[in-house]
């Protein structure tokens, strides 16, 4: 099979690697479309991941839609021809994977089957984001439901939402993530700070009002969507030093606080500390369960609630050969993501 392997932070290209063999509660997937995640991915690619453990080469890719061509023996609840999120090849091939979405083929386990026959839990609960979808469900578009499940789980753990004004740090996919779903679930405002190209993609995404993160005046000014008591909740998308801080008088006194965003990640964990002794309810990041949330995304997306030509165009995917022009087009802020497709 052919994968898209960073074989070094700085150098992405296309491998033939060995092709993935399932076990007994695994099932073997034609990796259909992959989505560009703008930090993950690129920090990967970089080599620039604050996060431990991460080696290389690497098999690229954790936004992957699978279909099932075959099962294993073991395998209940997962059939040949359905759909399911957050497939990727094992490591193979000298290659270790961050889920290995971006190869022709992947693998996804029967959680629930792992569950049912007894199996500790620590061997099935990682694999329970591998869920299948609906029939019909456009694959390319689903791509965002690993950024959608991820963003809801955590804005239902940080919320409620409804009724409440909302302010996010960030104009990336995940910032209007929580833009989309705050909307979905029924915020009464919601405010953005970001980069101000994105100004009226975030208007038109149902944002109250937007300011210029580098215009502290404009950041100011987002009190009249605040309203006279504050904003109520507050998700920093990005996690770059000093966001959150430069957000606080704009905040309800107890406001509930969210670090979602890794950039700098081990001196904000510190900050989030200083900004719970201040009276905050803090959250921080990995603080949600993306298998959790599955269900609930679905029935937005089928709803319309959750559109994904907010991010990209479905209908318009990058090939695998071209997944550098998918990164650099996500790069250069044409669109909040990117699709590619995977399987020829």
């Not at 021809?81 to 979405?101: E, I, K, M, Q, S």
């Not at 869920?131 to 578009?141: F, I, Q, S």
């Not at 964990?269 to 599955?294: D, K």
């Not at 319309?304 to 071209?322: E, H, K, N, S, V």
Request: hydrophobic fraction near 50%; include cysteine.
């Amino acid at each position: 099979m052919r994968a898209a392997v960073v074989e070094a932070p700085g150098r992405l290209v296309i491998r033939h690697l060995a092709d993935p063999v399932p076990g007994p509660y695994e099932a073997l997937t034609r990796q259909l479309f992959g989505g560009i995640c703008a930090a993950t991915d690129r920090h990967l690619v970089e080599g620039k991941l604050p996060i431990p453990g991460i080696s290389y080469p690497l098999i690229l890719g954790h936004e992957a839609i699978g279909e099932v061509v075959a099962v294993g023996a073991k395998v209940r609840n997962l059939k040949p021809g359905d759909l399911v999120t957050r497939t990727g090849a094992p490591a193979t091939d000298g290659c270790a994977a961050y889920w290995g979405g971006f190869a022709e083929l992947g693998l996804a386990r029967d959680f629930a089957a792992m569950r049912d026959d007894g199996l500790p839990a620590a061997e099935w609960q990682p694999h329970s984001i591998n869920r299948v979808l609906p029939p019909g469900t456009d694959a390319a578009a689903a791509t965002m439901m690993i950024t959608w499940r991820e963003t809801l789980s955590y804005l239902n753990r940080l919320g409620p939402v409804r009724g409440k004004r909302l302010l996010i740090i960030g104009s990336g996919g995940n910032g209007f993530a929580f833009l989309a779903l705050a909307r979905a679930l029924g915020a009464d405002a919601v405010a953005m700070i970001g980069n101000p190209g994105w100004a009226g993609h975030a208007a038109a995404t149902g944002a109250a009002g937007f300011a210029d993160y580098q215009d502290k005046d404009a950041i100011a000014g987002l009190r009249q969507v605040a309203g006279p008591a504050g904003f109520d909740l507050l998700v920093d998308a990005v996690g770059h030093t000093g966001g959150i801080e430069g957000a606080l008088p704009l905040m309800a006194t107890g406001a509930a606080i969210g670090l979602y965003g890794i950039e700098a990640l081990g001196e904000r964990m510190a900050a989030l500390q200083t900004i719970a002794a201040l009276g905050h309810r803090v959250h921080g990041p990995g603080e949600y369960a993306e298998g959790e949330a599955h269900d609930e995304a679905v029935a937005l997306m089928a709803s319309g609630a959750l559109d994904a030509r907010i991010w990209f165009d479905p209908a318009a995917p990058f090939a695998l050969d071209r997944i550098h022009d998918a990164l650099a087009a996500v790069a250069a802020r044409q669109s909040l993501k990117a699709v590619v497709r995977i399987a020829s």
